[in-house]
């Protein structure tokens, strides 16, 4: 259970891969994150992978960094400090997670000079702040599960004004269809995004049918559009 790291150097060209079990670092002039390193200079890291939360509800993301950080989870960025800054807690916004689901995770960072930080760390209502421990991360490549829908599966939106709700599937699952379309309402496959002016109101059930190398989701997203 562990997290691929990508390591580059200022120019961006590629030095090292490795799995490491956590995102719990401090590093300095004697203690390089790779020997082709003799000064602590600029280079830039990429940790890919997944992480799966005990609890089924919103997660705290704290990205502790010097210099630059950005997170993303399930593609989409809840950290974003790209500057030159001393170490100090980044925390994202509260996101919803499912029990037992896995989410994709990325996490970007660069040191410009002098010292050197990053670390990664989590908390909930159930989850006291922690570094995301090594039975709670999995490398992007490791056996998939059967995808999930991770996006709420109710929404509600007001007849005649612009609606927008974005498809979110775990597990690098491809969504195959989202069927049938609320009157008023496109969907674009490229961004996953369900929008448009809805024309009628009602109660819609949407089915989403996705799927990767393990198995299929169908999970069905209850639209309401309401007549103000």
Known sequence: ?????????????????????????????????????????????????????QYSEPYSFVARSDDGVRLW??????VNAWANQSANDRTSLPVELAAGVRYDVVLEYYQSTGS???KLSWYSPSQAKQIIPVERLYPADAPQAAPALVSPATATAILGYPFTYTVLVNNGAD??????????????????????????AGRFPVLVVASNAVGELQAIVDLTVVDT
């Open 116 to 118: 050197s930080e990053m």
């Open 175 to 200: 969504v195959v269809a989202v069927e049938p379309l609320p009157p008023g309402l496109t969907f674009t496959s490229t961004n996953r995004v369900l929008s448009g002016v809805p024309t009628q």
């Open 73 to 78: 989870i399930n593609s989409q960025l809840v």
């Open 1 to 53: 259970s562990v997290v691929r790291l990508a390591l580059a150097s200022a120019g961006a060209t590629l030095v090292a891969t490795r799995l490491d079990s956590t995102i719990n670092f401090t590093w300095n002039t004697t203690n390089l994150p790779h020997a082709v390193f003799t000064t602590n200079l600029t280079y830039l890291v990429r940790w890919t992978g997944q992480i799966q939360p």
